[in-house]
C-alpha cells in the first residue's frame, strides 16, 4: 500500500510570510495527525482529525496555524504569519481504525519549514 | 510537560555488540508504547511496541521491555548492525483515546564497524 505522501518536502520563507502544507493519509485511514518536529526534540501533536472532524487541536496555536480537511481525506496545514520559531519539520500521520495494531500511526517523510 | 523522557541523547555500539535504548514516563493512564525508528530526511517508522499488560515483546533483533512499577522501557537490539544507525523515539498512547501520541526527544545511535 502507498504510505503518507507529504508535499513540499523542504520551504524556505522569511518571516511574516504564510505557508501551506499538503498531506495525502494512507487509503482507508480515516485518522489524521499533523505533529511538529523542532530540532533536538521529538513530534509534538499540533491537530488530530477524524475523518473531517477535528479530535484534538488543543496544542494547535490557532491565531496563525490552521487546518482542514474538508472531504476527510486529505489535508492542508496554513500558518499565517510565520515566525522563526516555526522553523520545523512538520510531520503527518495517519492511522487505521479498525483490525490489528489501531494504535500505530503510519508517518510521511515530512516538510522541513525554515523561517529567516 | 515531558510525559514521555529519554535522558541519554547519543548511544555508539560497535557491531555485533547489544544496544540498549531507554525511555522513562511519569503518565500511568498510558496503554501501549512504541519505539520508531527515523533516518535523516525521512519520516519515522513503527519498529516495535508493547502494550501496557505485558513485561517483554520481541520481534527479531528488536525485544522491547517494560517495568511498570519503574515506569520504565527499554529497547534492546541484538546484535547490532550499522544499518540500525538511527535516531530511536520512544512513545506511549492511551489505549481509551487512540489519540496523540507522545514522544520522547530521541536517542541517536550510532553502530560502528
Known amino acids: 500500500e502507498a504510505g503518507v505522501a507529504q508535499s513540499p518536502r523542504y520551504k524556505i520563507i522569511e518571516k511574516r510570510q504564510s505557508v501551506a502544507f499538503w498531506c495525502n493519509p494512507i487509503s482507508g485511514h480515516a485518522t489524521l495527525y499533523w505533529y511538529q518536529q523542532i530540532l533536538g526534540q521529538g513530534p509534538k501533536l499540533l491537530i488530530q482529525?477524524?475523518?473531517?472532524?477535528?479530535?484534538?487541536d488543543s496544542q494547535l496555536p490557532k491565531d496563525r496555524f490552521s487546518a482542514e480537511r474538508l472531504k476527510g481525506v486529505d489535508s492542508t496545514l496554513k500558518i499565517q504569519p510565520a515566525k522563526l520559531e516555526d522553523s520545523a519539520v512538520y510531520l503527518c500521520a495517519s492511522r487505521r481504525t479498525a483490525g490489528a495494531r489501531t494504535y500505530e500511526q503510519y508517518f510521511g517523510p515530512g516538510t522541513r519549514l525554515t523561517v529567516t | 510537560d515531558q510525559q514521555v523522557k529519554q535522558n541519554s541523547p547519543s548511544l555508539s555500539v560497535q557491531e555485533g555488540r547489544i544496544s540498549i535504548l531507554n525511555c522513562d514516563y511519569t503518565n500511568s493512564m498510558f496503554d501501549y508504547f512504541l519505539w520508531y525508528k527515523k533516518y535523516p530526511a525521512e519520516g519515522p517508522t513503527f519498529l516495535i511496541s508493547i502494550s501496557s499488560i505485558k513485561d517483554k515483546n520481541e520481534d527479531g533483533r528488536f525485544t522491547v521491555f517494560l517495568n511498570k512499577s519503574a515506569k520504565h522501557l527499554s529497547l534492546h537490539i541484538v546484535p547490532s548492525q550499522p544499518g540500525d544507525s538511527a535516531v530511536y523515539f520512544c512513545a506511549a498512547i492511551r489505549g481509551s483515546t487512540l489519540g496523540r501520541l507522545y514522544f520522547g526527544r530521541g536517542t541517536q545511535l550510532t553502530v560502528w564497524p
Open positions: 482529525f477524524q475523518n473531517n472532524g477535528v479530535v484534538d
